[in-house]
C-alpha cells in the first residue's frame, strides 16, 4: 500500500426502492457533513455495476454503505470486513443490479487490484418493495451511527474527517439535486395518485413467499374504482 | 389443441416437454421464459415473461417535468444517460424549447460514447461467456493462442505467449481458488461449447482487456456531464459551459485540454474496438456460423425510432445519422416513415399482460397510455398465484405489455437499427455489413440471426465510435466561430409555461428504441408513459396473437441439453435485455442461479 492510501467511500443501491438507497444516502450525508483529505473519494455508485470497477481498483482502502438481506431485525447495522465483505454481498442479491456487487469485487480480484482493506457497513432494509419511496424511520436512524462507524474505521487508519462548520446544501454535494432526500420525500404523489396499495408483484424464483393473505389484497385493490387520470 | 400458427407466421406446437428457465440471468432486471421441445430437442414453443410490474409512470405523476431524467436515470444501471437524455427531450418537445448546436453535440457524443461502452461492456461481459468457455481456456497451448492472436489483429499489441501464458495463470489461480467469482454458473461441460482452447484464453483475455479499458470511456460522461457515475442532465441543453481558453479546475468550464481529453479517449476507444472487439466477433462467428438460429422477427419486422440528429432541434429521419423506420413482413424494398405521435402508429396492448384497460380488444397509444395492474393466472397454469410452476399463455401471463407498431410485432436493437440501414442503403452501414458477411462467408440472410445480433452490436460500435470523432470537430468548430452557448434556458422557469401540453422524446438506447411520452398539466407532470426497447422485444402475445420477439427468436431451435438451455440463454442475451426498466423489480428473490425446470 502506498504511503498514503487511496480510499473510496461508495454508497450502493437504488434511490427509488426505499430502503434499497440506504448506501447512497449514507454517504451523501457524510459529504454534507464532513471534508476529507484528498486521497478520499466519496462516490454515490447507484446501481453502477462494472462500470465501478475502475474505482475500487484505484481504492487501497474500500468502505461501501449498502442495504444487505444478513437475516437480522430490520433496521440493525451489521459491519464486515476484508475476506467477509464478498460473502454477505453474495448471499442474497438485493441490490437490482444484475451483476451483484460480489461480482464487481471479484473482476477487481480478476484484475489484481482489489483493495487491501474492506469494510462494508450494512443495514438489515425494513422495505423494499415501495417503488418511489424513500427510506423507513429504522433504517434512515442508522444513517448517523453507520457514519460514526467509518470515520472511526479510517481514524483508525490515520484518516481523519473534519467536520464541516455548516453542513452543505444540496446542490454543490455529491448528491444529485433533482433527488435529493428532502424533495424526494415532498415530490412524492400520494398513494391513491401511484397505485401503490397492494400492488400485485408476485411470481419469482421459488423462496419468496408472498403476503399472508393474498387473494384479499388483490381482491382489494381490484375492487378499488379506477385510479383518476 | 396442440398446434396453431400466428399470424406473424410461427407454428406453435405445444405437445413437448416443457422447459423453464426463471430467473434468466446475466440481465438487467428480472425475466422467465418457458419453452416446449419436441422429440428432437427442437423449440416448438416459446413464452417469455417479465415477472414483475414496472411503476415508473406512476411515481413520476406530479412531479416536476424538469426532474423526471434524474428519476429515469435511477430506474437501472445500464441506460442511465440515454433515459436522461429522452426525457430531457420529451420536456423540450412539450415546452417547445430549442437547444444550442454545441449542445447537440455535446449530447451526442455523450450518447454514442454510451453506445460504444454499452455494447462492448455487453459483449464481453455478459454476453461472450454464451460463446466463449473460460475452463476450456486453461486447456490452450500459450504459443499457439499468441499466432491465433497474430493472424487475427495483427495490430493489437498484446500478443505474446508470456502475456497468454500469465493470464491462463491467473485463471487457474481463480478457478482453482475455488470461487469462479463471474463465470460461475456456466455449463461448461456442455457441446453447444464450439471454440478450440486456444480462441476460448483469446476471448477470456479480451474479456479482462475490456474490463480494464471500459473505465476511459466513461471519462467522456464524466467531463461532459460534469459528475462521475451519474452525469447531470438539463432541460434546454447541456449543464456544462465552455470557455476555451479557460484555465483547469474542479467545477471550471470545458476548456481546450478538456476537449483534447476526450478526442484521446475517442481515438483509443475506435482502436480497442478495430483490433478487439471486431476481430473477435469475426472469430469466434467463424467457429459459430452454422450456428444461425435465433433470428425470429429480424428478418420480418424490425423498428427503429434513429437517433443522433446532425443540426440541433431536427428530428426529421432525414436529419438523424442513426436510421429511422420500420420493415414489415420480411420487404427489405420498402422502409416505412415512423411518426411517434401518430395514435394509429405506436400502441400497447394487454390482453396477455397483467393490466386492464376499459377494452382490452384495443390498443392505447401512449399519450393515453394506463398502467393499471390486474394479476390473474390463467385457467390452464400450474402452481400456486405466488410460485407458478407454468404459465398459461392463453391468458394474461406477463408484467410486460405489447407495444406494436400498426399492429406487428416488432425486434428493436442494433440489428434492426441495421436491417433499417441496410434497406435504405445508409453507406457505412451496407458496407459494414458487406464486408463482414464476405468475412466470413455468409449470404445476407444470415444477418437475421442470434449472431447477426450480436455482431451487427459490434459494427454499431464501430460506426459510434466514429460518429464521436464528427461531433467533436462539429463542437469544436462552432466554438472557434464564437458560438459557445451550451443551454438555452429561456423558459425553464415554469411561468413561462401553457397551462396543458404534451411531447414526446426518442433515443436509440444501446438495447433498441426508447421514448417517453409526456402530459404536463399546471407545471407539474399529469402523465409519463416510457416504452423502453425491452417492452418491444419483450412483449407477450397480443391480441391477434402475434407473438413477440424474445418469443420469435426461440423457435426452431435446436437444445443439446434440455437441463443446460445455454441455446436459449445465448438468444436472449443477444438482444442485450433490460428488464429492469421494462418490469417493476421486487423484493428479496435472492440467488442468482439459474433455475431450470424441466416438466
Not at chain 1, 450502493?12 to 471534508?35: K, P
Not at chain 2, 492472436?149 to 499489441?157: A, E, K, L, M, T
Request: overall charge negative; aromatic content about 8%; charged content about 25%.
Amino acid at each position: 500500500m502506498a504511503d498514503t492510501p487511496s480510499v473510496l467511500i461508495l454508497g450502493i443501491g437504488n434511490l427509488l426502492w426505499a430502503d434499497e438507497g440506504f448506501g447512497v444516502r449514507a454517504v451523501e450525508e457524510l459529504h454534507r457533513g464532513w471534508s476529507f483529505p484528498d486521497n478520499v473519494r466519496l462516490m454515490d455508485g447507484g446501481t453502477q455495476g462494472i462500470y465501478l470497477v475502475q474505482h475500487i481498483r484505484e481504492a487501497d482502502i474500500l468502505v461501501v454503505f449498502d442495504a444487505v438481506d444478513f437475516g437480522l431485525a430490520p433496521g440493525s447495522l451489521k459491519l464486515a470486513e476484508g475476506d467477509e465483505v464478498p460473502k454477505f454481498l453474495g448471499v442474497k442479491k438485493i441490490s437490482l443490479h444484475q451483476t451483484g456487487f460480489q461480482e464487481v469485487l471479484a473482476m477487481a480480484e480478476m484484475l489484481g487490484d482489489a483493495p487491501a482493506e474492506q469494510l462494508l457497513i450494512g443495514v438489515q432494509p425494513v422495505e423494499l418493495d415501495d417503488y418511489g419511496g424513500s427510506l423507513r424511520p429504522e433504517v434512515k436512524a442508522q444513517i448517523a451511527p453507520a457514519i460514526e462507524v467509518a470515520l472511526d474505521y479510517l481514524a483508525r487508519r490515520g484518516i481523519t474527517a473534519r467536520r464541516r462548520a455548516q453542513p452543505l446544501d444540496d446542490d454543490i454535494t455529491i448528491a444529485s439535486s433533482e433527488m435529493s432526500l428532502a424533495r424526494y420525500e415532498a415530490g412524492r404523489p400520494d398513494a391513491a395518485a401511484a397505485l401503490r396499495q397492494g400492488d400485485a408483484r408476485v411470481l419469482t424464483a421459488e423462496g419468496w413467499r408472498g403476503p399472508e393473505d393474498f387473494e384479499a389484497e388483490i381482491d382489494q385493490l381490484l375492487s378499488q374504482p379506477a385510479r383518476p387520470r | 389443441m396442440a398446434m396453431t400458427q400466428t399470424p406473424n407466421g410461427f407454428d406453435l406446437d405445444t405437445s413437448g416437454q416443457r422447459v423453464v428457465v426463471d430467473p434468466v440471468t446475466r440481465i438487467e432486471g428480472h425475466m422467465r421464459c418457458e419453452v416446449n421441445i419436441d422429440e428432437q430437442n427442437m423449440i416448438r414453443n416459446a413464452v417469455s415473461t417479465g415477472t414483475m410490474w414496472r411503476g415508473l409512470e406512476v411515481i413520476l405523476k406530479g412531479r416536476d417535468p424538469r426532474d423526471a431524467w434524474a428519476f429515469t436515470q435511477r430506474i437501472c444501471g445500464v441506460c442511465t444517460g440515454t433515459h436522461a437524455l429522452t426525457s430531457v427531450r420529451a420536456v423540450e418537445d412539450s415546452l417547445g424549447i430549442d437547444i444550442p448546436e454545441n449542445a447537440n453535440s455535446i449530447r451526442n457524443i455523450m450518447q454514442l460514447s454510451l453506445q460504444v461502452h454499452d455494447h462492448l461492456v455487453h459483449f464481453y461481459h455478459l454476453h461472450a461467456l454464451d460463446w466463449v468457455n473460460p475452463v476450456n481456456a486453461l486447456k490452450a497451448d500459450p504459443k499457439a493462442t499468441s499466432e491465433l492472436q497474430q493472424s487475427v489483429s495483427p495490430h493489437h499489441p498484446k500478443s505474446s505467449p508470456g502475456y497468454f501464458r500469465d493470464i491462463q495463470n491467473r485463471l487457474k489461480k481463480f478457478v482453482e481458488s475455488g470461487q469462479l467469482g463471474p463465470f460461475k454458473n456456466g455449463y461448461w461441460t456442455n457441446p453447444a461449447y464450439l471454440l478450440p482452447p486456444e480462441a476460448d484464453l483469446m476471448a477470456v483475455t479480451h474479456y479482462l482487456e475490456a474490463l480494464d479499458f471500459q473505465k476511459e470511456i466513461m471519462t467522456t460522461r464524466t467531463i461532459f456531464g460534469g459528475k462521475d457515475t451519474h452525469p447531470n442532465w438539463l432541460v434546454g441543453g447541456v449543464p456544462c459551459a465552455i470557455n476555451i481558453d479557460g484555465e483547469m479546475a474542479a467545477g471550471a468550464p470545458i476548456n481546450m485540454d478538456r476537449l483534447n481529453y476526450v478526442s484521446g479517449v475517442i481515438d483509443r476507444s475506435l482502436e480497442f474496438v478495430n483490433n478487439v472487439y471486431i476481430p473477435d466477433i469475426l472469430a469466434i462467428g467463424s467457429f459459430y456460423k452454422d450456428w444461425l438460429y435465433g433470428g425470429g422477427l429480424s428478418g420480418k419486422s424490425v423498428l427503429a425510432y434513429g437517433d443522433i440528429p446532425d443540426r440541433a432541434n431536427d428530428y426529421s429521419a432525414e436529419n438523424l445519422m442513426m436510421p429511422q423506420g420500420a420493415v414489415i413482413n420480411g420487404n427489405l424494398k420498402e422502409v416505412h416513415p415512423v411518426d411517434l405521435r401518430d395514435p394509429e402508429q405506436i400502441q400497447e396492448f394487454v390482453p396477455h399482460s397483467w393490466y386492464s384497460y376499459p377494452d382490452e380488444a384495443k390498443g392505447l397509444h401512449p399519450w393515453d397510455g394506463i398502467t393499471e395492474p390486474n394479476y390473474a393466472l390463467g385457467p390452464n397454469a400450474k402452481g400456486t398465484r405466488t410460485n407458478i410452476e407454468q404459465l398459461d399463455e392463453q391468458a394474461k401471463y406477463s408484467w410486460i405489455k405489447a407495444p406494436r407498431w400498426r399492429g406487428h410485432a416488432m425486434e428493436v436493437g442494433p440489428l434492426s437499427r441495421y436491417v433499417v440501414g441496410y434497406a435504405q442503403g445508409h453507406e457505412v452501414i451496407t458496407d459494414q455489413v458487406n464486408r463482414t458477411l464476405r468475412a466470413l462467408d455468409l449470404p445476407v440472410e444470415a444477418l437475421f440471426s442470434t449472431l447477426g445480433r450480436t455482431a451487427a452490436r459490434a459494427l454499431e460500435a464501430q460506426w459510434a465510435a466514429e460518429m464521436q470523432r464528427y461531433f467533436m470537430d462539429k463542437l469544436i468548430a462552432n466554438i472557434k466561430a464564437g458560438d459557445s452557448a451550451t443551454a438555452n434556458v429561456e423558459k425553464f422557469d415554469p411561468a413561462t409555461w401553457p397551462k396543458e401540453v404534451k411531447g414526446v422524446g426518442f433515443t436509440e438506447a444501446p438495447r433498441g428504441a426508447l421514448a417517453h411520452w409526456i402530459r404536463i398539466k399546471d407545471t407539474k407532470i399529469d402523465n409519463y408513459q416510457c416504452v423502453v426497447p425491452t417492452t418491444w422485444n419483450g412483449s407477450p402475445r397480443d391480441n391477434e396473437g402475434n407473438i413477440g420477439a424474445f418469443e420469435a427468436s426461440l423457435m426452431n431451435t435446436k437444445v443439446e441439453r434440455a437441463e443446460e438451455p445455454v441455446e436459449i440463454l445465448r438468444t436472449i442475451h443477444s438482444f442485450d435485455p433490460c428488464l429492469a426498466c421494462s418490469t417493476h423489480v421486487m423484493g428479496p428473490d435472492g440467488e442468482e442461479l439459474a433455475e431450470v425446470k424441466v416438466r
